[in-house]
């Protein structure tokens, strides 16, 4: 079973930092590009970072440009979101998926995890 699983979420106050952590089983990521999404409560889903196989970065979102990063593993099958000077509005669900390549339309992402809540207070 092709699954991908998102840890790390936590309550944190604005202006520190998190890192998430996107494990996947049954399948390899090393294959695949990778992208971190986020979904707040009455918001649609959106992209935030993507890295792709060559491990180069593509950001999906300009709200995140500065703050966040992110890096893979493929020898422990992980990939990571590093998140600093978070604020209040960085709150919400956040979630990884897979693709062929970096794209920005999250239709196209695939084998979603459950999702980790970061929780940014002021």
């Known amino acids: 079973q092709f699954r991908l699983v998102e840890s790390g979420g936590d309550l944190v106050q604005s202006g520190g930092s998190l890192r998430l952590s996107c494990t996947a089983s049954?399948?390899?990521?090393?294959?695949?590009?990778i992208g971190w999404f986020r979904q707040a409560p009455g918001k649609e889903r959106e992209g935030i970072l993507c890295?792709?196989?060559?491990?180069?970065?593509?950001y999906l979102a300009d709200s995140v440009k500065d703050r966040f990063t992110i890096a893979r593993d493929n020898a422990k099958n992980t990939a990571y979101l590093q998140m600093s000077s978070l604020k209040p509005e960085d709150t919400a669900i956040y979630y990884c998926?897979?693709?062929?390549?970096?794209?920005?339309?999250?239709?196209?992402?695939?084998?979603w995890g459950q999702g980790t809540q970061v929780t940014v207070s002021s």
């Open positions: 890295i792709n196989r060559s491990a180069e970065s593509v």
């Open positions: 998926a897979v693709d062929r390549s970096c794209t920005k339309r999250v239709v196209e992402y695939y084998y």
């Open positions: 049954g399948f390899t990521l090393e294959f695949y590009a």
